[in-house]
């Protein structure tokens, strides 16, 4: 079930319509501020936000142009938030069995997370062209990718959990390769002729001068 209004403020500028759409049932919801154009897709910017529109309608909000001290406050904000940078980056996907079917991809910056759109690809709340089948999120600290597999649905299809691909959680196999001299976890050399490293005696090592351990 999802509710629609106007109710709330926006955190880049202060504005207090903030026009927004909320999925009760997700707590997922996304806002679009009429006054700064800043969009956000989040469950917490929004929390007490009847009260806040309470107290801001017994004062004389103004509802014009941004103020030079408004863009202050928004480009801080900007700032803080990573939204600086530039919003998208775009890009040639070539064919990984070496044909000539190229795609068009781009990668959409938000304050969030990551949008992957590909022409021709899109979701069930999208305008064709605009949409992102693939979202890179971050929740809570922790890695997510959300993924639209058919554009006739509107909940992700597929909502990965990354925790497992942390690097902490990578598994020795069952012999490591250890430095002879000084006992140390050897290193795999990518880059010049050795098979192994040393990163505490800072040398490259062949097979002979190692030693397993399990």
């Not at 598994?171 to 490591?176: F, I, R, V």
């Amino acid at each position: 079930m999802s509710t629609h209004g106007d109710v709330g403020e926006c955190p880049r500028c202060g504005y207090y319509t903030l026009s927004y759409n909320y999925d009760t049932s997700s707590h997922f919801q996304d806002g679009h501020c009429a006054k700064c154009g800043y969009t956000f897709w989040t469950a917490e910017e929004l929390m007490n936000q009847q009260a806040i529109y309470d107290i801001r309608q017994e004062e004389d909000w103004d509802f014009n142009e941004l103020t030079d001290e408004d863009r202050k406050k928004c480009a801080e904000f900007d700032k803080a938030n990573g939204l600086d940078k530039p919003p998208h980056l775009d890009m040639i996907l070539q064919d990984a069995y070496d044909g000539d079917r190229k795609l068009q991809a781009k990668a959409v910056h938000e304050r969030h997370g990551i949008g992957v759109t590909i022409k021709g690809y899109g979701d069930a709340l999208t305008e064709d062209s605009h949409g992102s089948p693939i979202f890179i999120e971050n929740r809570n600290g922790k890695l997510f990718v959300c993924i639209w597999a058919d554009i006739n649905q509107e909940d992700p299809t597929h909502v990965i959990d990354m925790s497992e691909a942390l690097e902490n959680n990578r598994k020795e196999s069952e012999e490591t390769k250890y430095c002879r001299r000084c006992g140390t976890k050897l290193q795999i050399e990518k880059e010049l002729d050795y098979p192994y490293y040393c990163p505490e005696c800072d040398e490259n090592m062949y097979e002979f001068e190692t030693e397993n351990r399990k």
